[in-house]
Antibody, heavy 126, light 107 residues
Framework: QVQLVESGGGVVQPGGSLRLFCAAS????????MHWVRQAPGKGLEWVAT????????YYVDSVKGRFTISRDNSKNMLYLQMNSLRAEDTAVFYC???????????????????WGQGSLVTVSS | EIVMTQSPAALSVSPGERAALSCRAS??????LAWYQQKPGQTPRLLIY???IRATGIPARFSGSGSGTEFTLSISSLQSEDSAVYYC?????????FGGGTKVEIK
């Protein structure tokens, strides 16, 4: 079955950097769009970034544009999130999520978060 | 940005009763609407997509309806394991946005 395992979280000072990893298995990784979704402590869900199945298209929420970069390596079944210039308000559990489709604009029911990992906690604090 | 508003924020229902959770979009999202369930301490789980299509393995007591700007998640014959926070999410336009959630408590 689908398995998504995040890693790379931890405590970082404001202005610092961190790279999150998501190891995927149980499905044909190169056929599906992938996402990062975060949840601040005690708060709701917030979409962060999306990458299409082939990595050709990337989308970000405005609050992370220019600071975060989503990428993937289909040869390794890995998803990444490079986070720079971290702020206190970035503190959250970051979930890796598999799309129901290829993550292609205009395709039916793409950009639905079909499967989720267990999450990786990122704490930005001095 | 399309703002998703869920109501009520919380509700308490007796086992066996029915619950109706509302989700309203600030602009039309057509039928590009999904519902997720998040139990305490757990990861979110996809329940419904396409406004009314149940995801794989989701019990038939969960049903979705609506289109455009008004959507409802109905849970018939509530069970103790349905205690959770339920989120709606639109995927009609960028940025992808979630509602604030409805917390369902089983009495």
């Amino acid at each position: 079955q689908v398995q998504l395992v995040e890693s790379g979280g931890g405590v970082v000072q404001p202005g610092g950097s961190l790279r999150l990893f998501c190891a995927a298995s149980g499905f044909t990784f190169s056929s599906f769009g992938m996402h990062w979704v975060r949840q601040a402590p005690g708060k709701g869900l917030e979409w962060v970034a999306t990458i299409s199945y082939d990595g050709s298209n990337k989308y970000y929420v405005d609050s992370v544009k220019g600071r975060f970069t989503i990428s993937r390596d289909n040869s390794k079944n890995m998803l990444y999130l490079q986070m720079n210039s971290l702020r206190a308000e970035d503190t959250a559990v970051f979930y890796c999520a598999k799309d129901k489709g290829g993550g292609v604009v205009g395709a039916t029911n793409n950009f639905v978060f079909e499967s989720w990992g267990q999450g990786s906690l990122v704490t930005v604090s001095s | 940005e399309i703002v998703m508003t869920q109501s009520p924020a919380a509700l308490s229902v007796s086992p066996g009763e029915r619950a109706a959770l509302s989700c309203r979009a600030s602009l039309t999202v057509n039928s590009n609407l999904a519902w997720y369930q998040q139990k305490p301490g757990q990861t979110p789980r996809l329940l419904i997509y396409g406004a009314f299509i149940r995801a794989t393995g989701i019990p038939a007591r969960f049903s979705g309806s609506g289109s455009g700007t008004e959507f409802t998640l109905s849970i018939s014959s509530l069970q103790s394991e349905d205690s959770a926070v339920y989120y709606c999410q639109q995927y009609n336009d960028w940025p992808l946005t979630f509602g604030g959630g409805t917390k369902v408590e089983i009495k």
